[in-house]
């Protein structure tokens, strides 16, 4: 599988409260629709699918959301493409396939999620590396 496009076509981010004690922030990412895209400009033996999906980290109780839309464009093998599309019309996805697409997507909107969160004063949704002084007691002979 290889990634060929990836591109969002709609953000939102809202912040209703300006505390934010006692929250729970949760993601969650809904895979919309999944098609063959014609390939017949390319010269791939790969077939192109394009994957819609909806991401969104919400701030609970009801105190902030970031939601986006995007596009995923991906190449993939014909006998690939065909259990995908299959397994699709049951709104389900080849577990390896399913694993690798939201990766994708956390990656990237993950991402731009937390530049639109620290942009508009949220708390991020995933752990940044943190560096701290070390206060001596931890070092060997002292």
Same mark, same amino acid.
Do not use: C
């Given at each position: 599988?290889?990634?060929?496009?990836? *591109?969002?076509?709609?953000? /939102?981010?809202?912040? &209703?409260?300006?505390?934010?004690?006692?929250?729970?922030? *949760?993601? /969650?990412?809904?895979?919309?629709?999944?098609?063959?895209?014609?390939?017949?400009?390319?010269?791939?033996?790969?077939?192109?699918?394009?994957?819609? @999906?909806?991401?969104?980290?919400?701030?609970? %109780?009801?105190?902030?959301?970031?939601?986006?839309?995007?596009?995923?464009?991906?190449?993939?093998?014909?006998?690939?493409?065909?259990?995908?599309? &299959?397994?699709?019309?049951?709104?389900?996805? %080849?577990?390896?396939?399913?694993?690798?697409?939201?990766?994708?997507? @956390? &990656?990237?909107?993950?991402?731009?999620?937390?530049?639109?969160?620290?942009?508009?004063?949220? %708390?991020?949704?995933?752990?940044? %590396?943190?560096? &701290?002084?070390?206060?001596?007691? /931890?070092?060997?002979?002292?």
């Amino acid at each position: 599988m290889k990634l060929l496009g990836f *591109n969002l076509t709609r953000i /939102n981010v809202e912040k &209703r409260k300006d505390l934010f004690s006692d929250i729970k922030i *949760n993601n /969650n990412l809904n895979i919309i629709d999944v098609k063959v895209i014609d390939q017949s400009v390319f010269k791939s033996k790969d077939e192109m699918i394009s994957v819609h @999906f909806k991401y969104v980290v919400s701030y609970d %109780p009801d105190a902030a959301s970031v939601e986006m839309d995007g596009k995923i464009l991906l190449g993939v093998d014909s006998k690939l493409s065909k259990d995908i599309l &299959r397994q699709w019309k049951d709104k389900k996805l %080849p577990e390896d396939f399913r694993i690798a697409l939201f990766n994708i997507v @956390f &990656r990237k909107a993950g991402l731009k999620a937390a530049q639109l969160e620290d942009e508009m004063g949220l %708390p991020l949704h995933i752990q940044m %590396p943190f560096i &701290r002084k070390e206060d001596g007691s /931890n070092q060997a002979g002292k």
